[in-house]
């Protein structure tokens, strides 16, 4: 079955580590995201890539790297720099110019936690 | 400025009996999609069901449909029937334009808990 898979489900790191999430999709499609979920907040765009090579910041890309270099793979790197790194993370991926009502496929998320 | 709001926290529904989750909205742009998704404890994020701004009906899916109200910029939705599994966070988001790149603008979310 297609889908996006999220590991670990659940992380664990030290204060001033830098962490990478991985985000994997055998959907075959061209654009993935990433959010963060805090309580209370909803869903925050952390950066999103539409092709192999390009990305671009979301809302909250400050503290947060990522690379593009294979269709299938969008890795998350928390970097130290990120204040209040603890959240939950989602991945997602969308085909780009696709029908207006395409949806975006969530992966099953990872839960860090920073102490 | 908030794009997405939805006002109510968490809200308890009875079995059987159908619950209203409000999201009220806010754009410029002539030509956006609403979508909601349902979130488990498990933390998935489970597509229900879109509404484009310039549909003429409002949209059905089963058991979910959507009271959009374009002039008010609202786009409510209501789960009829309600069962023990539709217990979950519930968030309303928006697609502005059409661009390519496909983001989505979330609201805070509603819980909803379902008594038996």
């Known amino acids: 079955d297609g889908g996006i898979t999220q590991s670990p489900k659940y992380l664990f790191r030290k204060e001033g580590q830098n962490v990478t999430l991985s985000c994997e999709q055998n959907?075959?499609?061209?654009?993935m995201y990433w959010y963060r979920q805090d309580p209370g907040q909803g869903l925050r765009l952390i950066y999103y890539?539409?092709?192999?090579?390009?990305?671009q910041k979301g809302d909250i890309a400050e503290g947060y790297s990522v690379s593009r270099e294979k269709k299938e793979s969008f890795p998350l790197t928390v970097t130290s720099a990120q204040k209040n790194p603890t959240a939950f993370y989602l991945c997602?991926?969308?085909?780009?110019?696709?029908?207006?009502?395409?949806?975006?496929?969530f992966g099953n998320g990872t839960r860090l936690t920073v102490t | 400025a908030q794009k997405i709001t939805q006002t109510q926290p968490g809200m308890f529904v009875q079995e059987k009996e159908a619950v209203t989750l409000d999201c009220t909205y806010d754009?410029?742009?002539?030509?956006?999609?609403l979508f909601w998704y349902k979130q488990p404890s498990s933390g998935e994020m489970i597509f229900l069901i879109y509404?484009?701004?310039?549909?003429?009906q409002n949209a059905t899916e089963g058991r979910y449909s959507l009271n959009f109200q374009k002039a008010r910029k609202s786009a409510n939705l209501v789960i009829s029937a309600s069962q023990l599994g539709d217990s979950a966070m519930y968030f309303c988001?928006?697609?502005?334009?059409?661009?390519?790149?496909?983001?989505?603008?979330f609201g805070a979310g509603t819980t909803v808990t379902v008594r038996a």
């Open positions: 997602a991926s969308s085909i780009p110019g696709g029908p207006d009502n395409s949806p975006l496929h």
């Open positions: 959907l075959n499609h061209d654009a």
């Open positions: 890539s539409q092709i192999v090579n390009d990305f």
């Open positions: 754009t410029s742009d002539p030509s956006y999609g």
């Open positions: 509404q484009g701004s310039y549909d003429q």
């Open positions: 988001a928006m697609r502005e334009g059409r661009s390519n790149d496909y983001k989505l603008s």
